[in-house]
């Protein structure tokens, strides 16, 4: 696949997943190409031909090493018990000079315990633990947190929030700002360094208790930032 600002390819590994197929689908739906990533082609085939159908989009399902190797800028949105095993399944494929956006939080149900807590990680937090394991030149950035998957999946519902965006590389950051602001309601805010990951995957929490105790899908809201450009 080739990409262009009109219609760029992006790859959602994890994306048969409930946070990767409803940012699938937004994508889809505002004419990005997509493709799905899976430990399983099949499924991920199986993934992309529904949301194609739900959506009218261009979307692909590939194993996730394939997916991996379809754009520059490639999206991670599996639980965090995965991340380890999955970027270590990923060193053969990504290569120097892409950037992977981590979307792990480390939630205490990650080791069968409550959605509202969170577990220490070593590195600080995932996004580190993240650009830990990936192969040299390959840069993270950390993104969609605080993001409801079932209000992205649900495409009548309406978005109006802000996407904290953490990274050590303004360039980077504002490249992946790009792709998320492509999704009609999202604003994605510059929170600044990678290590800034460890306060945003903590708010994901208690986003979810919040949402929990008001049965919504509520989002994240900066006030008073400046109009327009926040890159």
Known sequence: MSENSESPVIPVIGGTGALGSGLAKRWAAGGARVVIGSRDAGRAAEAAAKIAE??????????????????????????????SEYLTNLKGSLTEGQILVDCSVPLAAAISGKATRTIGVWQGSAA???????????????????????????????????VPVCGDRKADKARVAELISRIEGLRPVNAGALEISRIVEQITALMISVNIRYKTHAGLKFTNLPEGETF
């Open 128 to 162: 580190e633990q993240a650009q830990e394991m990936v192969p040299d030149g390959v840069t993270v950035v950390s993104a969609l947190h605080t993001v409801s998957a079932p209000g992205l999946a649900d495409l009548s519902h309406d978005l109006d929030e802000d």
């Open 54 to 83: 739900e959506t009218g989009g261009t979307v692909e399902g590939m194993s996730n090493e394939d997916a991996a190797k379809a754009a520059d800028i490639v999206f991670l949105t599996i639980p965090f018990r995965n991340q």
